[in-house]
Nanobody, 118 residues
Framework: QVQLVESGGGLVQAGDSLKLSCTAS????????MAWYRQAPGKQRELVAG???????TYADSVKGRFTISRDNAKKEVYLQMENLSPEDTGVYYC????????????WGQGTQVTVSS
């Protein structure tokens, strides 16, 4: 059974930083592409960042230079370091497994709320 458990969300002020973590089980993590998506109220879920098994990364234009995705294969974890947060970054952040730049992964976490106040 695949499980993705996110943590690290919270309420922060504009300009603050936050680091999200996702711990995976039930998949061969070292071969799995991983990604973070977010969904703001009233909007569609969108890709924030993705990382494939060789470490190559993809970022949404809106977060380039502010967010960094990384992975620790030994811990089976993927991270999203978020800097200089703005209210537009508010939303539920979801971990996604078996992702590739060509397709959304099959597996989702339950999501973690990030709220950025102005």
């Amino acid at each position: 059974q695949v499980q993705l458990v996110e943590s690290g969300g919270g309420l922060v002020q504009a300009g603050d930083s936050l680091k999200l973590s996702c711990t995976a089980s039930g998949i061969v993590f070292r071969f799995a592409g991983m990604a973070w998506y977010r969904q703001a109220p009233g909007k569609q879920r969108e890709l924030v960042a993705g990382i494939i098994m060789n470490g190559r990364t993809t970022y949404a234009d809106s977060v380039k230079g502010r967010f960094t995705i990384s992975r620790d294969n030994a811990k089976k974890e993927v991270y999203l370091q978020m800097e200089n947060l703005s209210p537009e970054d508010t939303g539920v952040y979801y971990c996604n497994a078996e992702w590739s730049p060509q397709r959304i992964g099959r597996y989702w976490g339950q999501g973690t709320q990030v709220t950025v106040s102005s």
